[in-house]
């Protein structure tokens, strides 16, 4: 189950080749870091790496992973064994190191330090809607979502996409829906909410565990403040954070949800896999389809 959601609106569904899919993700399968390699990037198996396929289809839905492997070397540390070889060709030869000379040292030393370096590795997953045109990435900041965008481009040679686009802020809505307490049928209010001065973004107000019905949230909507994220539940099946780019944060889909839907008994790890993957696949299309008609987004355009 993601925790995070970041959009993206596939300008062209239709070009995105199932069939093709598997194979074009192999030329670009992860490999470790080598020993002179600060990171790496590929693709990884989404049911864990016991298993071998790339992709995992459900319907219109292809589910990839991209594991990102990094060499942990902190520049404190190379920094502090840099000086000590400038200060002692220094101190021996009676000389100043220059600019040019310290960039060389520098390298030496990377290049002396990066094998034994320790190793950490981070896996981000999305899945393409090819039914309603979207890409949902799990991972919690853009920089992330951008990599794993930006490999999949590489690996399929093409892949026009772009954020979402709505007609006007999303704050302005979220900012109306606290303001007068009236939601669009199937969501309600949660507990939190991020509130920011439009005219002074350095003026925010973080609130968890509040009545935004409250007179201390009206107070602050009254001074001018905009809800740029807002605590929201789906039809009691989904709870997550609005942000004011329509990315969703701390996903949870209700335990209810997937016992109904997985069943008890299900004991093998890839059918189960595949059972909460229908599941999460099938609420954030229909969530998807609301975020559409509330913020009016047409084909990701105003």
Known sequence: MFKNVRLFKLVDPASVDADQFEGKLAERR???????????IGWAPPLGESASALSHVAGDCLLVCARRQERLLPSSVVAEILDERVAAIEDREARTVGRKERRQLRDEVMVELLPRAF??????????DRQS?????????????????????ETLGSLPVHPPRPPQPPEILMTRWVTEGEL????????????????DERSVVRCRGQDLAGEEISTHLRAGKQVTKLALDWR???????????SLKRLRFADELIEEGVGEGLEDDAARF???????????????????????LVGGEA
């Open 30 to 40: 992860f490999r470790p870091c080598g020993s002179l390699e600060t990171a790496t």
């Open 119 to 128: 190793t950490r590795s981070r896996r981000v997953c999305a899945y393409l």
């Open 133 to 153: 045109g979207w890409m949902l990435v799990d991972a919690a900041s853009a920089k992330s979502a951008e990599e794993l965008v930006d490999l999949l481009r």
């Open 184 to 199: 669009p049928v199937g969501i309600t209010l949660g507990d939190e909410c991020e509130l920011r001065d439009a005219r």
């Open 236 to 246: 009691e099946s989904l709870a997550f954070v609005l942000q004011e780019d329509l």
């Open 274 to 296: 595949d059972a909460e993957f229908v599941i999460m696949t099938h609420e954030l299309h229909s969530l998807l389809q609301w975020l559409e008609e509330v913020f009016v």
